[in-house]
């Protein structure tokens, strides 16, 4: 099996890994967590002093960190269906 074939699979299996994790209450339970903390920085964000950057950051901060949970999620899920797709592709010729 060629390297790119095992990367491939790896993919596959990583976006049905997290596929079925999103679907569990434990996957569930931490989107939601991340979104509301996300939306709370959020909202803090809109009423914070602007001369008080330490907080800014710190919100920021908090913002990025909800966001990149769900983004490395997505991003498992986007790379698994594009290397099914050439999986797909290969087979057909």
Known sequence: MSTER???LIRVGLMDEAERF???NLGR??????EAERDA?????KEADAENP?????LQNRI???????FWLAELITEGRNALHEMQENAQQ
Do not use: G, N
């Not at 339970?29 to 991340?34: G, I, K, M, S, Y």
């Not at 990025?64 to 769900?70: D, G, H, L, N, V």
């Open 6 to 8: 095992t990367e491939q």
């Open 22 to 24: 999103l679907k569990t």
């Open 29 to 34: 339970h931490l989107v939601d967590r991340a």
């Open 41 to 45: 920085a959020m909202a803090e964000l």
């Open 54 to 58: 330490k907080y800014i950051r710190e």
């Open 64 to 70: 990025y960190r909800a966001e990149s949970f769900q």
